[in-house]
């Protein structure tokens, strides 16, 4: 138990009041309170009103507001508290957990995920980086603007996940492998047009990925030596592949080897603007973002976190 009770606003994804997932939020409020904490509970019966009501419980200054779910929530999560000095906490109950996975936070044991954050509300948080999109809308010309902590995908990747979040059946990151096999049927190159810490540069590839952290899908290490907090976007970029050879690539990305294949291409930059002649949209954390292009920039040590 932490040596001084914590003021901590709990907001629980409302995509889980079905399924096996349902009773992780009531047990976290629940085992909070039972070690001490003042806690107050956000549930919403949409991720609409839950953003209302956790920014407004945002501005109270709580010692932490912490998340229940998948990188859905953390992207919520990030968005709310990013730039200020109250601490992002998650308890990963969702389908990737992608982000908890990165930052060392139990992925798949709720109870134990409870416990590290217990022990991590007595400590001082930990800075790490985050990555500001934005971008212009194309039908009403008004700028828009987005953070993300884990990974943005602007590609194959991009479409897979659209796919992906679509299906309600299965869970956890067979969805995903699913969705990529149904996609790999229509795959394609795309034409982009990149600036790459202002240098520019036209490709033709598969995939455009851009990791502050490591893996996508539940473990899929598309950026494996990223760092969240060393300042820097690492760039995957996947040239034209036959479908066979996108199969034989495909499981090496959960060893993070297939970075070692020379027809991937990996970047580090501080910024990136990503353009592409066909219509592609733009994937952030698993939540939608916007079509290309967008311009996204590292911003280092501007979130908190309890990890």
């Known amino acids: 138990m932490t040596t001084k009770p ?27 309170r ?23 419980a945002v501005r109270t200054k709580p010692d932490a507001l912490v998340v229940v779910g998948g990188d859905g929530m953390v992207n919520l999560g990030t968005n ?8 992002l906490g998650i308890i990963p109950s969702g389908t990737g957990n992608d982000m908890a996975r990165g930052l060392g936070i139990p992925h798949d044991d709720t109870e134990a995920a409870i416990r ?6 007595g400590r001082p948080p930990r800075a790490i980086d985050a990555v500001r999109i934005d971008w212009t809308d194309a039908a009403t010309g008004d700028p828009g603007q987005r953070w993300f902590a884990c990974v943005l995908s602007a590609g194959f990747d991009a479409i897979v996940n659209e796919r992906a979040n679509s299906m309600r059946h299965p869970k956890g ?71 066979f050879s996108f199969l034989r690539i495909f499981p090496r990305v959960f060893r993070g080897e297939h970075v070692t294949d020379p027809r991937v291409r990996m970047e580090r930059v501080r910024r990136i603007r990503i353009a592409a002649d066909t219509e592609v949209v733009a994937y952030a954390d698993g939540e939608r973002i916007a079509p290309l292009p967008i311009q996204l920039e590292v911003v280092p040590g501007v979130l908190r976190v309890l990890a």
Do not use: C, W
């Open 6 to 32: 914590r003021r901590v606003v709990v907001a629980i994804n409302p995509s889980a009041s079905f399924g096996a997932s349902r009773a992780v939020g009531p047990a976290v409020v629940q085992t909070l």
């Open 34 to 56: 039972a070690m001490g904490h003042e806690v107050t509970s956000l549930t919403e019966p949409d991720f609409e009103s839950l953003l209302a009501s956790a920014a407004a």
């Open 80 to 87: 709310l508290v990013v730039g200020t000095r109250v601490p």
């Open 116 to 121: 590290h954050l217990d022990a991590v509300l």
């Open 173 to 243: 990151a067979s969805r995903y492998i699913l969705a990529l096999f149904a996609e790999l049927a229509r795959l394609h190159p795309i034409r982009y047009r990149l600036e790459l810490d202002g240098t520019a540069d036209e490709v033709e590839a598969l995939m455009v990925s851009v990791g502050n952290n490591v893996s996508i899908g539940g473990g899929m290490k598309v950026t494996p030596d990223a760092l969240v907090d060393d300042g820097l976007l690492d760039v995957m970029i996947v040239k034209p592949l036959s479908r």
